[in-house]
């Protein structure tokens, strides 16, 4: 049977199958329940576009939780604001300038894209969609 492939990361090339998908997002969404996110819980996630993203926001909604992006690109004072509108108490990112935000907001519990793959021997970051080959090969 042919592997689905549910996205393709434009600046790499790296593909996600649905399978990876569903086995990410069910690690993930267990270490957000451990870290205490509960049904209607809203969770911020800063991440730039690509598999860390999707596999994030799917884990977030399993977990019963309320997605909340942020814009990867915004400078530290908006993503601030916007952390602070929110009132969320729980953020998934590894952009830098969300992590300096984070220190003057409501968030509480910040996890990294490693953290939520933590049960799972997946590799770190923005490498975790290479367990496909790149399109084309």
């Known amino acids: 049977m042919e592997e689905r492939i549910v996205m393709v990361d434009s600046g790499t090339g ?4 649905e399978e990876q998908l569903d086995e990410r997002s069910a690690v993930a969404t267990v ?16 991440l730039p576009l ?3 993203l999707m596999v994030a926001a799917a884990a977030v909604i ?14 530290a004072v908006s993503l601030r604001d916007r952390m ?8 998934i990112s590894d952009v830098p300038q969300a992590l300096d935000a984070a220190d003057e907001s409501p968030v509480r519990i910040i996890m990294s ?10 590799p ?11 399109i084309g090969h």
């Open 31 to 46: 270490q957000l329940r451990r870290r205490g996110v509960r049904e209607g819980d809203t969770v911020l996630i800063c």
């Open 14 to 17: 790296l593909k996600l199958t």
């Open 50 to 52: 690509g598999c860390d």
């Open 113 to 122: 894209v490693a953290d939520l793959g933590a049960l799972h021997s997946y």
């Open 84 to 91: 602070r509108a929110s009132g969320a108490r729980v953020m």
């Open 124 to 134: 770190a970051s923005r490498e975790l969609c290479t367990e496909s080959d790149p």
């Open 62 to 75: 399993a977990a019963g939780g309320v997605v909340c992006p942020l814009p990867a690109e915004l400078d």
